[in-house]
């Protein structure tokens, strides 16, 4: 299992300074993680986060995790 380098905590988007790069960067992560290890389509995240605020809460509320 490789080490955390870093950690974010940004509950509200108000740490960016940078023109949302590191945001973005943070976005591409999350996709990349539900479509690689959930098997979620990266479009599909995307959609659970604008619907529920987050991608994680969306796939919680839609019983998407079931057996993960």
Avoid at 14 to 21: F, S
Avoid at 31 to 45: F, H, I, P, Q, T
Wanted: proline share 1%.
């Amino acid at each position: 299992m490789p080490t955390m380098k870093y950690l974010f905590f940004d509950c509200d988007d108000c740490l960016y300074q940078n023109g949302w790069k590191t945001a973005d960067k943070i976005t591409a992560k999350i996709a990349a993680y539900c479509s690689d290890e959930l098997g979620v389509d990266k479009r599909r995240a995307y959609e659970l986060y604008k619907a529920h605020g987050t991608c994680l809460k969306g796939l919680l509320v839609e019983c998407l995790m079931r057996g993960t």
